[in-house]
């Protein structure tokens, strides 16, 4: 397992000791639970030119599966006043 040292302001220790004290847990749980979150939010992101390396028959055919679910999507809500895609 790595290491490595973050300096983290006095007020948000604090503030990670608290929810640590809560919860029952060590401070570096905390910490570990907070970046795991933080990562599975980021992992819808796409790489930077994951686009541009396709082919331009590849991007039209993702373009049109887009579509399809967009439609798809569209007429299976049940708030029909909602937001088109």
Do not use: Y
Not at 15 to 41: F, M, T
Not at 43 to 52: I, K, L
Request: glycine share 6%; aromatic share 4%.
């Amino acid at each position: 397992m790595g290491s490595t040292t973050v300096h983290i302001p006095d007020g948000i220790l604090q503030k990670v000791d608290a929810i640590a004290r809560r919860r029952g847990i060590s401070r570096n749980r905390v910490v570990l639970v907070s970046l795991e979150a933080e990562i599975a939010r980021d992992c819808g992101e796409w790489p930077d030119a994951f686009f541009t390396a396709l082919s331009a028959e590849d991007r039209e055919v993702l373009a049109e599966a887009t579509r399809e679910l967009e439609a798809l999507t569209s007429t299976r809500r049940k708030n029909r006043g909602a937001v088109v895609l």
